[in-house]
Every structure is written in C-alpha cells, then in structure tokens.
C-alpha cells in the first residue's frame, strides 16, 4: 500500500503535508517581534497583485517539508528560493490565465489520468511499481482509500490533484500555441537551398581596429541621438551599486611554523599508538575510509609506506598536512562481475530458498528478472557489471573478500537483502583500509584577530570616507552591482548577508563586518538605480565606441572600390583571402571567424565573379565576391519541412513561459528578507 510517509520521500515538491492555517497564524503573530510593526511587507510583484512577506513564507515553508530540500549550502537554499517562486508564479499567472481562457481541467480527463488511459508524469512518479517500472492503478486506489480516514493523507491528495490539473492545463497551453506554428512553403523551399548550397570565394577586409579613433570623434548630442534611437536595448531591471573591501585571513608564517610543531606531536602519537581506530576517532581531523584499496590506488609515496605496513607522513600536500596507518589488510579480488536479485529485508524465507536454489544450478537471470524489486538491473537479469573491490564497505566489503567465480553469497544490508552471484573474480592481490588525520593550512586564532581588529578600524574611519580607509589600510575596493534578484554578490562567494544588507541599505551606508568564507568584508551602497533604462551616461563609452564604427564604416565603404577583388584590396592596402563552405546555416567562417552579416550576405549570393558592396561587419568591412556554388542536394523538401517545423517548435518550447513571466511584469523584491 502507497503510504503517506512514501509519498512525502519519493515525490518531493508534488506531495507531502500541507502547511496549515495554524503556521500562518504564528506566522503573522510574530510580525512585530520580526520588526514589521504590524505590517506585511511586500517582497514582490507579480501580475499586478502584491506578494506579501507572509504569503511566501507559508509557500517556502510548504516547499520546504514537501521536497525535502535542506538550506545547508547557497546553492539548496537557491533552488529552494527558486521552487517557491515559481510556484508563486503558476499561482498568480499561469492558473487564472488558463482559466480566462477556458482551458478546462474535466472529470473526464481526471479519470482517464488516474486509471493510466492517458500518461502523466506526476501520477508516474508517484504510482509507478518499483518492481516493474508501470503506473499502478491499485495503489492509486489504496491511498485514496487511505485519504478518506486521513487528514494528512487528503490534504496531500489535494497537492496532487492540483499539480495534475496544471499540469494537464499547462500541456493544453502548450498545444495550442504550437500548432500556431507553421512553417510555409517559401520557408521550406528557402531552407532546402540554404542547407544544400555552398559557396566559395574571395574575401577582403578593412579592419576597425585598423582605423585610428582620433579620427572618428563623437559628441555628446551624437550619442543623445544614437540612445533615443536605440533606448530599448538599454532597458534593465532596478539594482544597486556597492563597493566593498575583502580583509584576507591567510596563515602567517609564525601560524605555519606552529602548526607544523603541532602535526609533528601528534604524528609521534599517532605512530606509538595501538589502537589506531580510538586515536583517529578522537582527533577532530581524523577520518577512516570506508572501503579498501589496493597498491594502485594510491600515490607512490603513499603505496611505498602503507602497503608495507609503516605509517605515512606526516608530510605537507597541497596546503594541507597529512599522515596515515593501515587499519586493516585484506587478500581480494582487484575486480569482481556480479548479477544480484533485490528483495525487501522482511523477505528472509524467500532470499534462503532462493540461495538454495541458486547453489543447486537455477538461472540466475530467471530468478532475477521474477524476484529481484529493482526493476533497473531485474529487467538485466540481475545484472551489476564488473566493479572494483575498492567500491564496497561494510558488509560488502567483509563477505565479498574471499569470493571465488561461481560463488552465491546473500547479503543483507539496510532495508533489503541482495543475493549475489559472482561470474567473475580477479586473482586476490593486498588491500588496505586506511585511517588518516589531515591538517589544513588555516590562520591561527590570533591572526584571524588581527585580521578583525583592522577590519573593525578600517569601518570606523569608513564613516567619514571610505576610499580614504581603504587607502589607509592597504586594500583595493571592489564594485558590484546587484541586480533586482539576485541573491548574491557576484565574484563574492558565500555573500548572501551581504546582498540582503544591500537591499536594505541606503546610498552612503557602511555595512558590518560580514564573515565571507575565511575572510571579512565590508561594502558600502554606492547607488541606487530605480530607472527603467540605464541612464544615458552610464552607456556613453559604448554608445561612443558603436557611433565611431558607423563612421569607420562609412568611411571604409567610400574607400572599398573596385572592379575586381584585387583592386578594392589595392584601395584600401589589404591582402585577398579565400574562404570555401560557406553555408546560410555556419555561424563561423574560416579566416573572418564570427561574422554572421558577412555569412548571410556570402549564402544568398546568387550569381558567381561579382564584387559585392561593402558588409558592415563586427570586425570590420568586408568586400567579398563568390566564385562557385555548389549544391549536394542531399536535403530533400519533405525532410526541410520536418526540420524546420521542428526548430520552431523547440523555439516556442524554450520561450513561451518566459514570454508570459515578461508580460506579467514580475518585480522579484525578497533580497532584503529571502
């Protein structure tokens, strides 16, 4: 029977517990002592309608217990932020506007989901026989049954239901606007040349690079006029600019002199000892290996000491010191092939007759394929494949040690028992089990406090100027612009708290000592840009930079005459090159590289031997002329048209849901709390 509790490990972010009303409750009690004052801040936007702080906490907290995540490094609590958003955003965008236009989840399509009529990812993963890999209709029964007694169980349910009908919606959405694309026969025919023709020829160029920009001078009203033309290109979100200060905790060499005093203590101990297991366990940076290895697994040095029974080290690698002790030898295979039948750990009848069987000459892969609950090797006849003795632990380690090709060994281990048949067994060579103590090379206490000391000095005098503080004591600022979103400092590892201060700042403040990793950091707001486009002064340098290329280009093109290819190279004192294959479909060509105007105009060439008019290039102006065509005419009609069907609807595919996010006008504000 599928229980609740399965439900809520297997499936994640589609099942589980349903927050309740009481966690909100407690939620919204706590805003005062949370420094809200009785309000609820708004820490989005989306589709018009406010997002309050209480309203995403409730979602994060769901997300959180329903997919298991565990905010133990930036990266989960990222996907986490992530999954709650986006759930946030079906919500409020994709199920109203389904419903507005009349995409219907029916009874009809209900049952024909639930009874495995038609296919649905959701109910798969969460029905699916774990034996046989197929969607299992009685255990949908079974918890349904389940959900009529239980709450929990119901409420989970209702999670599911309401995934499937978006699911099924979303899927409709998308039918819709797929078969909005269609690919017509000019398309085709133009595709059809495009992927049959190439064209070779000569090529000449009068690089930008070439032409001095002293002679290309751009005002200020020139740059006015390119902005206005061109003002959607610099539409940006809101951001924030801040400049801080990284104070680096490194060891000093009195730190690395000590440390290495304390290593050479303890690698004394650690030779004299007996019990090297009690000795490794005690020590903070100790650790035992959980399998074995054998001599060609290790470095040399490593091998030379171990597999002769001495202690290694301690010896200094790669900023960390380290030393070792064989824990235990063992006589074993280098490699072993094995077929294992899976059976649940209750199954302890069934596992012995199974051996018994086994040992008197049963099939293997017939008692496998009917027995074994592991549906990936079962359907394999049970098989594993050739793996190093080096991948096995614990029990494994221990029975699979003094195995021999043909040997049935039954293992049991966790919540299952695995019966094992070894149809391969290398010739036993020396294996080890080490245990090691590692020392990294870090900053003592005393001068982490250092490190500290001037960092809390460098904030105090930042009040009053922060690039003076930071000329006094020897560091180089840094900038970064956090952008609406973003949840941390780019180029800054591990700098969520100091982005959620930034949201908070205002222009001119310094922040706290922050703990970045080993370091300390210190920033300070430096502006806050709420425009929809980026200020015009803030572009000038590449404005100018594009306005100067339109003149070099003007300029080039009243230069580049000719009447063959050979004199406008004359013109202009270049040299001609040669280029062949070029394709409409290349996005790179021989000699120019990455010049899509140049490779469009060259493709759609149609006659040979004439001199093209200048192309404005991203490197330069390029004069080319096409002396042959060739056409394979290995693409046929039938074949373009399913290729280029096929593109567009992998475009619709990747961009539709962005399309509509854009169109919801979604404002992300949760730095400041999330």
Known sequence: MISLNTLRTKFGVILSVVIGVALLAFILSLKTEMGFSGQDPKVGEIAGQNINYSEYYNEYEQIKAQSGIQETDEQQSAMLANAVWQSLVAKHVYEPGLEQMGILFTDAE???????????????????????????????????????????????????????????????????????????????????????????????????????????????????????????????????????????????????????????????????????????????????????????????????????????????????????????????????????????????????????????????????????????????????????????????????????????????????????????????????????????????????????????????????????????????????????????????????EVARWAYGAKVGDVSEIFTVGDDYVIATLTAIDKNEYTPVEKVASQIRLQVAREKKFEAAKAQMTGATIEEVAEAVNAEVNEYEGATFGAYYLQGPGLEPALIGAIATTTQTGVVSAPVKGLNGVYVYTVEDIQDAATQTEEAERVRAQAVQESIISQSVLQAVQEMAEIKDLRGLYF
């Open 110 to 496: 209900r049952l024909a989901l639930l009874s495995g009529e038609q296919y649905s990812q959701t109910l798969y993963n969460a029905f699916a026989n774990p034996a046989t890999g197929e969607y299992n209709v009685a255990a949908v029964s079974q918890f349904l049954a389940e959900s009529e007694s239980n709450p929990e169980a119901a409420a989970a349910w209702a999670q599911l239901v309401e995934q499937l009908e978006l699911e099924s919606s979303m899927q409709k959405y998308y039918g819709l606007v797929k078969n909005g694309v269609y690919v017509n026969s000019l398309e085709v025919a133009q595709g059809q040349k495009a992927q049959n023709e190439s064209r070779s020829g000569k090529w000449v160029v009068k690089r930008y690079a070439d032409m001095p920009d002293s002679l290309y001078s751009v005002s200020s009203s020139e740059i006015k006029a390119y902005y206005a033309a061109h003002k959607n290109a610099y539409k940006q979100l809101p951001n924030r600019q801040l400049s801080y200060v990284v104070f680096e905790v490194t060891p000093t060499t009195a730190d690395m002199a000590a440390l290495e005093q304390e290593v050479k203590k303890v690698g004394e101990e650690f030779a004299a000892t007996e019990d090297v297991k009690a000795f490794v366990r005690e020590n903070r940076n100790g650790s035992i290996a959980e399998g074995y290895v054998n001599q060609s697994q290790l470095l040399a040095d490593e091998a030379q000491a171990l597999m002769a029974g001495k202690m290694y080290g301690p010896v200094l690698k790669n900023n960390e010191w380290t030393m070792a002790r064989v824990l235990d030898s063992k006589m074993a295979p280098d490699s072993l092939g094995i077929r294992h039948i899976v059976l649940p750990y209750t199954e302890t009848v069934l596992a012995d007759s199974l051996v018994t069987a086994l040992k008197g000459g049963a099939n293997f892969a017939e008692a496998a394929a009917q027995y074994s609950v592991f549906a990936q090797t079962a359907q394999l006849g049970g098989e594993v494949g050739v793996m190093p003795y080096a991948a096995f632990a614990g029990e494994f380690a221990e029975q699979l040690a003094s195995v021999k090709k043909g040997d049935i060994v039954k293992i049991a281990s966790g919540d299952v028992i695995q019966i094992m048949q070894i149809y391969r067994a290398d010739k036993p060579s020396k294996h080890i089990r080490v245990a090691s103590i590692n020392y990294p090379v870090l900053a003592s206490n005393e001068t982490r406090r250092d490190a500290h000391s001037a960092a809390g000095t460098f904030t105090l005098n930042a009040k009053e100027s922060f690039s003076e503080a930071a000329s006094t004591a020897a560091v180089t600022p840094r900038v970064a612009t956090l952008v609406q979103g973003d949840r941390t400092i780019r180029g800054l590892e591990d700098s969520r």
